[in-house]
């Protein structure tokens, strides 16, 4: 956990603290394989200390991760007025975004907020920003957006993959498919922790085609068909002495065999028993 969570958390008796300590581990742990019981975990989190910043912001995050917009902005403006900070400024109009209002997305990136925001906040919210373009089927101005000192560094950063990502998409989607493939190809080459599906859509720009290699183990394998037994003189006549043939197979004498029980919709015997079969983050534009 990291330390100045720790720090917050000193505020509380010692059995209280372990308990929202041990939540919020759970909600780091699971947020993004499994957003729902992370939200589940937050919400434990919440309801043992509402006046922890900390367990605002990660119940805010959990709800964002599980597209519960609305809540999520209220955490997140509960934690700001807490830390008076501007970290949370552009996941904050990313939720604007997700409540279907990106023109108040694209005017707190426009606010004196931003300019306080370190290098990765100012990317991530011309993400945002840039986003809302899209939104509002602004691709030009989407392109513009991303156009950046950022976007043109040689050099790796944290956010370079998923800023390459956004450019390349936004280029795609506006029809400039050569300049696109570029910008995939740019953002798989930073993408070291595999963040984005790059290599995917640079695959499907060129027409390549994956196939699953257990299907295709099954497609090759050989297909016996089932060997006849050979048959009985009773076997082959029917009731009225008419000869069946091998042409349709063996039949039974139409008093001896068994009738079909009726079967449901899905194909399922009506026997009276049923049968049963068998943690969305806002993608980055």
Known sequence: MDKD??????????????????????VANLIDEEPEKAYEYSRVALRLASRVAAVREAAGFAAYATQKYSEA???????????????????????????????????MAGEPEVQKLDKAGQVEMRLVAAGARRDMEQLDAAIVTLQSPELASQSVQPWTARLRYAYAD????????????????????????????????????????????????????????PEARPQTESETETRDGTATGTENGTADAAGDHEEPRPADADGADTDGSDTEAGPSERSAE
């Open 5 to 26: 969570v720790r720090q917050e958390l000193q505020s509380l008796p010692k059995g209280l603290a372990e308990d929202v300590a041990r939540n919020l581990v759970m």
């Open 73 to 107: 902005l209220a955490e997140f403006r509960a934690a700001r007025r807490m830390t008076g900070t501007v970290e949370l400024w552009p996941v904050m109009a990313d939720c604007e975004r997700g409540l279907g209002r990106p023109e108040r997305a694209l005017a």
């Open 170 to 225: 936004a280029l795609l989607a506006a029809g400039r498919e050569d300049e696109a493939r570029e910008w995939f190809a740019k953002a798989l080459e930073a993408d070291k922790d595999g963040t984005t599906d790059a290599s995917d859509r640079l695959a499907e720009l060129d027409g390549v085609e994956f196939v699953d290699v257990m299907d295709a183990l099954d497609g090759d394998a050989p297909h016996h068909e």
